[in-house]
């Protein structure tokens, strides 16, 4: 996480890391870690934010119960950018087990450096919006 932290720092975003205490192996649960963080993107008192856990799924799937958070679990650049450009998404999750520290600091580098396209994105946007706040299918 520190490194993608500093990736941040590099691009001139405030960024941090919260400091838990590591859980023994399988006792620790991703929809434990992220509920501040993403209420703050969520409210838009921050712009981005950046999950890690083993391989970024688990984080991708609690973050994303959050209403407002579009979080994006990323494994190359490519993901990163269309995750960005195509799906506005506000939230970069990634696997720490999965990925070396070069590339996490290269996906956050992406990540923050690439704006939405909108356009015919944006009525995508809108559409998962309405998703959110009627949750009926």
């Known amino acids: 996480m520190l490194v993608a932290v500093e990736a941040a720092g590099e691009e ?3 960024a941090g890391a919260s ?3 590591a859980a023994p192996l399988g ?6 870690h992220p509920a ?17 856990c083993g391989t970024g799924i688990g984080m991708s ?3 994303n119960k959050v209403p407002g958070i579009r979080a994006a679990n990323c494994h190359n650049d490519y993901t990163a ?6 799906n506005d998404a506000n939230v970069l999750c990634m696997g720490g087990r999965v990925l070396d520290d070069r590339a996490i600091a290269e996906l ?7 704006p939405f396209d909108g356009g015919r994105h944006a009525r995508r946007i809108n559409k998962i919006a309405d998703i959110e706040r009627n949750p009926t299918v």
């Open 81 to 86: 950018e269309m995750a960005r450009r195509h």
């Open 19 to 21: 400091n838990r205490r």
């Open 108 to 114: 956050v580098r992406r990540f923050i450096r690439t």
């Open 12 to 14: 001139g975003h405030q």
């Open 61 to 63: 799937i609690s973050a």
């Open 27 to 32: 006792e620790d649960d991703a929809a434990d």
């Open 36 to 52: 501040l963080e993403l209420r703050r993107v969520a409210a838009r008192q921050a712009d981005l934010g950046v999950l890690c």
